[in-house]
Every structure is written in structure tokens, then in C-alpha cells.
């Protein structure tokens, strides 16, 4: 169950904030999107989030979030339990100009991490997180990413096998429309479980779709081609 | 997991190929891969889909939980230049094995498709829960699958001395290759 809350902050790039309501088991949690760099001072990180003998979460302090959401284009969604403790977020960018994925410049958009709470899975926080998120004209324009790697993976906290915790993601973002690309970028290329996902916003023209899979390659070159598949 | 296909590859030369599952409709374009794979090839395959009406039979009877065969498609032309197949047993003391065999026309053998084909089958296991992926190959005629499976972390476990023999009646080894996709959580 959630209800919202809010929709009415408009940040510097224009996102608008919104609240919501998720109730669980553990009782009520309140997810909110586009958290401004003045949103993080009084919260406090939830002791599931942190580092661990065979996991270390990707944020572990405050002034992580803060940077990101300084960012152009940076956005960050938290879930947290009252008062102030944050138990999942989401972050998101555009590519780091030292990454492949910059050369398409805005029209890149990566969803660079989602993590919950040791203390608080098996709630559906990490959907409801990427539902807040995504539900924004914004990605209409935008080819959205992720990147898998397996490293990063909490295997010990999850039980699962590197194999397993892919199937997850999967599950977990192909209802919002993304889907498994391939990619010789060395990093995904990595590891076999390793796995990029996309979405494809309906603004999206074929050409910058086409662009976007020579450069899943690295080719530049990009000769004439009919097709809009990605 | 197969509605995230058709994949799209581009190969070093700018071909854009598109890996997706065999459907009825590709007999014909099957037909005229098979019929392009060299003659001494042709003689080790295990189901012989050079025949028409073996292929036709097969064709009819898809059933992508016992094979799961994906097709290399140019995505210009339409033409099949590779085909990867992975069998399944149901059988509960073999379930978590697949046998893999993948055949690549020679002409796109040197771009890397094989290894294209051979990662979507990796993947394809791990999501099927499938542990153990066993491919075998005849020495000195299929080197250039051996190296694409050993760059994706096949290992040779096993070699049949003198197991096969080819059109002129000589005796060939057969590898046997195996990749294992560990079920437990671990560190890296």
C-alpha cells in the first residue's frame, strides 16, 4: 500500500519532489524523489547500510548524497523511517565523462544504484524507490541504464548466487520497461553475470537508438541502417 | 527472459546481427545456412539439419524447454549466419546440465559472432538455474570454437583419443568443455 503525500518541489533541473507513503510489515516508510543537497543534514544512515565483511554499500555517508545531488542532473531518492533514518536509495546520473556512455552526451541517463537496508528487505522498498523515480516525463527523453556488476552485489546478505541476485535485478526493473542490452564495455563484460539493462524512453528517436548500439561496441562509425532496434 | 530479444550485436566490421530464438519461419533461411557450413564440417554434425526433412521435423516440433536454439540473423539481409543450440534433459540427475553446440558460418567466424552466441547461451543457463554448460568439439576442425569457448571461461575437462572419424575414415579426438555456473553466493 502507499499513498502520496506530496508533489510540488521543483528543484534546480526542474525535477519535481514527491512523497509517498509505503506501509510494510515493519511499519510505515516514507519514500521521497528528488531530495535537494540541504535535504540530508539531520538523517542519519540506517546501521543495515554500511560496510560488511563481504559487502560495503555503494553510499556510506551523508556527504555522498549531498555531492550527487549537487550534480547536474543528479537525482536521489530515499525511503526512510521516521524521524530520519534513511533504510533504501536510489541514485541517479549522467555518465562521467570518462565513461563510454558519455559520448551521447544528456541523452544518457544511469540509474547507478538501488540498495536497501540489510535490517529492511523483502519489503518492496527497492520497487517502490524505482517507481517514485521513474514516474517523470523526464525519462521519455532519455535512454535510462544500469549497470550490473556482480561485485557489488550483496551475496552474503541475500543468500543468493551471483546467478540468482541477476535474476533479481531483472525482476526488478524489467516492469518498468528495461531490458537486457549487450555491450563489450569492458566492466560488463567482465563477468558473465554481469548485466547492463535498459530503457528506451518513447521520445527517444532511431537514430540516437542506433548511435547508442554502435556505441554499446565501440563504433563510432555507424553506417546507414533501417532498423530502430536497440 | 526471451522477451528481451531479439539481442543486437555489432560485429568489428559494423554488421549489425540480431540473436534471437529459431521460429517456424526461418526453415527456409535454415535450410541455406546449413546448406552454406563446408562439406567436412557438415560430416560431424549430430542431427543432420542438411537433410530437409529432418530439419522440416525439427522445425515443427520447437520445444524451448528441451532445445533452445537461437539463430544469428544480418539484420539487413535477413540471413542466418549462425545457430546455437542449448539442449536440456528433463531428467532430475542431469537437469542442472545443458549441452551446447554452436555453429558459425566461416565467413563471420573471424568477427566474433560464435562468442557473441556462445555468451547469450551463458546467460541463457544461468537464468534457466542450469549449473553445468558442456560443449564438445573435434580437434583440429573446430579450434576456433575451442578458443571463443576458452576465452568464456570453458576449461577442456575432458578428450576422447580417437573418437570420431572424419569423411575419409580417420580418427579424430573429441574435447569435451565445460563451464560451470557456481549456485553458491562468494566474494570476489
Known sequence: ?230 | MLKDYPKAIVTQDGTSVLLRPVTRSDEEALKKFFSLIPDAEKWFLIEKFTDSELLHEWIEQLNYDRVLPIVAVVEDSGEIIGNVRLYRSSSPSVKHVAHMRVTVLPAYRHLKVGGWMILDSVKQAMDLGIEKIIAEMVEGLEDPAVNAALKLGFRQEGLLPNYVKDRRGRLRNLIIMVKNLPREWSDF
Not at chain 1, 11 to 17: A, E, I, R, S, W
Not at chain 1, 112 to 131: D, F, M, N, P, T
Not at chain 1, 145 to 165: M, T, V
Request: proline share 3%; net charge neutral.
Open chain 1, 1 to 230: 500500500m502507499e499513498r502520496l503525500l506530496t508533489s510540488s518541489i521543483h528543484d534546480k533541473d526542474g525535477f519535481v519532489q514527491k512523497k509517498v507513503v509505503h506501509e510494510t510489515e515493519k511499519g510505515n516508510l516514507i519514500i521521497c524523489s528528488n531530495c535537494q543537497p540541504d535535504f540530508f543534514h539531520d538523517l542519519v544512515m540506517d546501521a543495515g547500510l554500511g560496510k560488511f565483511s563481504h559487502y560495503s554499500s555503494i553510499i556510506q555517508k551523508l556527504e555522498s548524497f549531498q555531492k550527487i545531488a549537487r550534480r547536474e542532473g543528479g537525482r536521489i531518492t530515499l525511503a526512510l523511517v521516521e524521524p530520519n533514518i534513511i533504510v533504501g536509495y536510489n541514485t541517479c546520473w549522467y555518465p562521467a565523462p570518462d565513461e563510454r556512455w558519455s559520448a551521447l552526451g544528456t541523452l544518457m541517463y544511469e540509474l547507478a544504484a538501488v540498495e536497501v537496508s540489510r535490517h529492511y528487505r523483502g519489503l518492496h522498498i527497492a520497487r517502490r524507490i524505482l517507481e517514485l523515480t521513474l514516474d517523470d516525463d523526464f525519462f521519455e527523453d532519455k535512454i535510462a541504464y544500469i549497470n550490473g556488476y556482480s561485485w557489488h552485489w550483496d551475496l552474503e546478505g541475500s543468500g543468493l548466487s551471483a546467478a540468482q541476485y541477476r535474476q533479481m535485478m531483472m525482476r526488478l526493473y524489467s516492469p518498468f520497461g528495461f531490458r537486457e542490452v549487450y555491450t563489450n564495455e569492458p566492466n560488463i563484460a567482465l563477468r558473465d553475470e554481469n548485466i547492463m539493462m535498459i530503457r528506451v524512453g518513447s521520445r527517444v528517436s532511431p537514430d540516437d537508438q542506433r548511435r547508442f548500439r554502435y556505441l554499446r561496441f565501440g563504433i563510432k562509425q555507424q553506417p546507414q541502417c533501417n532498423s530502430a532496434t536497440v
